[in-house]
């Protein structure tokens, strides 16, 4: 970390590292100037040094409901990014955290898509929207659980090794690798570095369609790394660690939702080496920004029909609970208001809660 370097370069000792990270972990603290365990010349230094900001984002927009609170967040170099957190009634958080500023993959279902990519977040920058002080600020604990599905292909970063080993080091956030999830649409190479660095990881592979010439329509990385390829890796994973690997499926009505899907899909699974360690979690598809207009969400009972579907063919399934969609919480689609908004010079399209900086 660029800030342990700087110290041990000042000559300071071991514990004003410490220090700083307990200001980070623990406190509300949102700048150098605010760790007043620090000497008040080492806090002018380090904000000369790194800007003053203790975390490297700072709060633009925020949207809530009962059950989502939905941030967007602006990075130093101005890049916008979403943090989703769920409440859940059980009384514990899930945060679903951006690895990119916009994404280079275009996925036609996704919002994020519509933007590009715009660059690669940092470790630092991935690592701040957990550790913000905005959380504890709300009187609450940090989220139980973080998920990888926010804005970008996080596996197309390859700063997300880097971020993974601060979030689960005990030094840094603390959290427990079998409470994060990093979801992927298939860039293979990255995916088999993960399940071999971090193993513990949960790994949420997205299908969308069974079929490749299908898939590469909505996934057009299909075409350079196909779900083959993927599901090869998840396959040697689940077979050696005994750990259970996810797949996503969004289902798209008149797309992707007939019984040749359901029987094809059933059958990629049950091709595994341990098909009764995949669960596959059937999303229903909500309208987004910049997303294939022909698009349409499924009913309710359609969703129902093609898990129990799946579920009678002997295949661990569930529909996926969705929450905010009062909020459009969809990855990308606050990002989107707010591009549009501001190219309309009008902020009032955006319904807020609380907006900063």
Same mark, same amino acid.
């Given at each position: 970390?660029?800030?342990?370097?700087?110290? +041990?370069r000042?000559?300071?000792?071991?514990?004003?590292?410490?220090?700083v990270?307990?200001a980070?972990q623990t406190?509300?603290?949102?700048t150098f /100037?605010?760790?007043? #365990?620090?000497?008040?010349?080492?806090r #002018?230094?380090l904000?000369e040094?790194?800007g003053?900001?203790l975390?490297?984002? %700072?709060?633009v927009?925020?949207q809530?409901?009962e059950?989502?609170?939905?941030v967007?967040?602006?990075?130093?170099? $101005?890049?916008?990014?979403?943090t989703? @957190?769920s409440? =859940?009634? /059980? $009384?514990?958080?899930?945060?679903?955290v951006?690895?990119q /500023?916009? &994404? *280079?993959?275009d996925? +036609?279902? &996704?919002?994020? *898509?519509? @933007? *590009?990519?715009?660059?690669?977040?940092?470790a630092?920058?991935?690592v701040a929207?957990v550790?913000?002080?905005?959380?504890?600020?709300?009187g609450?604990p940090?989220p139980?659980?973080?998920?990888?599905?926010?804005m970008?292909?996080p596996l197309?970063?390859p700063?997300?090794?880097?971020a993974?080993?601060?979030?689960?080091?005990?030094v840094?956030a603390?959290?427990s690798t079998?409470?994060?999830?990093?979801?992927?649409?298939?860039?293979a190479?990255?995916?088999?570095?993960l399940?071999?660095?971090?193993?513990? @990881?949960?790994?949420?592979?997205? @299908?969308?369609?069974?079929?490749p010439?299908?898939?590469? !329509?909505?996934?057009?990385?299909?075409?350079r790394?196909p779900?083959?390829?993927?599901?090869?890796?998840?396959?040697r994973?689940t077979?050696?660690?005994?750990?259970?690997? =996810?797949?996503?499926?969004?289902?798209?009505? $008149?797309?992707?939702d007939?019984?040749?899907?359901l029987?094809?899909?059933?059958e990629l699974?049950?091709r595994?080496t341990?098909?009764?360690l995949?669960?596959v979690?059937v999303?229903?598809?909500?309208?987004?920004a $910049?997303?294939t207009?022909? =698009?349409r969400a499924?009913?309710?009972?359609g969703v129902?029909?093609?898990v129990?579907?799946?579920?009678?063919?002997?295949?661990?399934a569930?529909r996926?609970r969705?929450?905010g969609? !009062?909020i459009?919480?969809?990855? !990308?689609?606050?990002?989107a208001? =707010?591009?549009?908004a501001?190219?309309?010079?009008?902020r009032?399209?955006?319904?807020l %809660?609380?907006?900063? *900086?």
């Amino acid at each position: 970390m660029r800030i342990r370097d700087h110290l +041990t370069r000042l000559g300071e000792p071991a514990f004003r590292f410490r220090q700083v990270m307990s200001a980070w972990q623990t406190s509300s603290a949102e700048t150098f /100037a605010d760790v007043h #365990a620090l000497p008040a010349w080492l806090r #002018a230094e380090l904000s000369e040094q790194f800007g003053s900001r203790l975390h490297p984002i %700072s709060e633009v927009l925020v949207q809530r409901d009962e059950h989502v609170e939905k941030v967007l967040f602006a990075t130093a170099s $101005g890049a916008r990014v979403e943090t989703v @957190v769920s409440h =859940y009634r /059980a $009384g514990w958080d899930s945060m679903c955290v951006s690895s990119q /500023a916009g &994404c *280079g993959l275009d996925c +036609t279902f &996704c919002a994020t *898509g519509a @933007v *590009g990519l715009v660059r690669n977040l940092t470790a630092d920058e991935i690592v701040a929207q957990v550790m913000h002080p905005r959380w504890t600020q709300a009187g609450r604990p940090r989220p139980a659980s973080i998920a990888f599905m926010g804005m970008g292909e996080p596996l197309a970063n390859p700063h997300i090794f880097d971020a993974l080993t601060l979030l689960t080091a005990r030094v840094y956030a603390g959290m427990s690798t079998r409470r994060v999830t990093v979801s992927t649409v298939g860039f293979a190479p990255n995916l088999d570095r993960l399940v071999t660095e971090h193993p513990q @990881v949960n790994v949420t592979l997205s @299908v969308h369609s069974p079929f490749p010439g299908e898939r590469k !329509g909505i996934i057009p990385l299909e075409e350079r790394f196909p779900l083959a390829q993927s599901l090869e890796i998840l396959d040697r994973h689940t077979a050696t660690r005994r750990r259970k690997a =996810y797949l996503a499926y969004l289902l798209i009505a $008149g797309v992707n939702d007939t019984d040749d899907h359901l029987a094809a899909l059933a059958e990629l699974v049950q091709r595994q080496t341990r098909p009764d360690l995949f669960h596959v979690s059937v999303i229903r598809y909500n309208k987004a920004a $910049g997303a294939t207009p022909e =698009y349409r969400a499924p009913s309710p009972t359609g969703v129902d029909v093609f898990v129990n579907g799946l579920v009678a063919r002997g295949i661990h399934a569930t529909r996926r609970r969705q929450l905010g969609s !009062g909020i459009d919480a969809a990855c !990308g689609q606050l990002h989107a208001d =707010y591009l549009s908004a501001h190219a309309a010079g009008d902020r009032r399209r955006i319904p807020l %809660s609380a907006a900063a *900086g």
